[in-house]
């Protein structure tokens, strides 16, 4: 709680405080005057302590009524509170999330509105990304789908060449592999965003991994013809082998496919102490500066133009991102149009299970 609205409910409490003392004093004092005045009249004989005893009585009873009838007055602010706390928490529970309290309450009450109004909001986000979650899956599972049938009629045709029945039946292969990649890639998604994902953290040599992966993918940037600038130093990590596999795969991978014929592709490996440093650079067609906070997200595709058979989902670097933070790593981009695209990953190099 901030120091001035402290001090607010602070004095708050000590008005509410002074105001019961007040009702409490001035109902015993009624209650006094009337016993001490009327009392003699109805029991000429009472004693002082019926008398006391008479007041004490009366003095009760008046603040019990007193309290009652203030009551009356002031519980109906609270009263209809409530009833728009449950009205809210009711349409939150159907799957209204547009639920947006306009309530100025103080201390404790005021903080339960704005953490409803909060929840809300948080919710209601949530949806949002939920549907347009399933947008990008049925949209992307859609294409091959629609790929697949096609072709599957077209080879009912009798009159096709060999040729062509074979070119559809690759297209057929291609389409239906890249609809396994994308459920493979949904699942080990769904995966790795589990609380209880499993981190099987050994110790080994980071940079050997690295030259196996850019060994593997020989093929590829020797196809391109592709310049190679490779500068790992030795380094050892404490971290899931298998999972930073896919990271730099998926990172080397990217890179040469959207970098041109006889481009460049450097890959570095650097220790810091306490930290590793990695950067995949390339010569490609770059990202935009506005796409580039948004490449990490699921399905986002910032080569808008690119033709979707070539395989790939946008599920690749959200795949990256969700490992490096399970190492509690960090991943950033820097990227020119035309330029080309440097990716850097800094990882600790014994992070806590």
Known sequence: MSEPRRRKYIG?????????????????????????????????????????????IL???FFVGTMFLISRFFPRRHMDLFRMLIDALRRISKGDFS????????????????????????LNEMEQLRQEFISNVSHEIQSPLTSISGFARALQNDSLTREERMHYLDIIETESTRLSKISENLLKLTSLEGRQH???????????????????????????????DIALEKVEIVADEEMLNQVWNNLISNSIKFTPQGGRLQVQLQGTGQEVIVRVTDTGIGIAKEDQERVFERFFKADKSRNRTGGGSGLGLSIVKKIID?????ISVQSELGEGTTFIVTLPVSAAV
């Not at 004093?25 to 008398?51: H, N």
């Not at 639920?99 to 948080?122: F, P, R």
């Not at 080994?204 to 592709?226: F, T």
């Open 326 to 330: 399970l190492h509690q790593g960090t």
């Open 198 to 228: 499993p981190v099987e953290r050994t110790k080994y040599n980071l940079d050997q991994q690295l030259r196996r992966i850019i060994l593997a993918c020989e093929p590829q940037w020797m196809e391109k013809e592709l310049e190679l």
């Open 12 to 56: 708050l409490k000590l008005l509410a405080t002074l105001g019961f003392l007040i009702v409490l004093g001035a109902c015993w004092s009624a209650a006094y005057g009337i016993t001490f005045s009327m009392l003699p009249k109805v029991w000429p004989q009472a004693s002082d302590f019926a008398r006391g005893v008479t007041s004490g």
């Open 59 to 61: 003095g009760f009873f």
């Open 99 to 122: 639920v947006n309290l306009d309530v100025k309450m103080d201390h404790h009450w005021g903080e339960l509105v704005d953490g409803i109004n909060h929840m809300a909001e948080q």
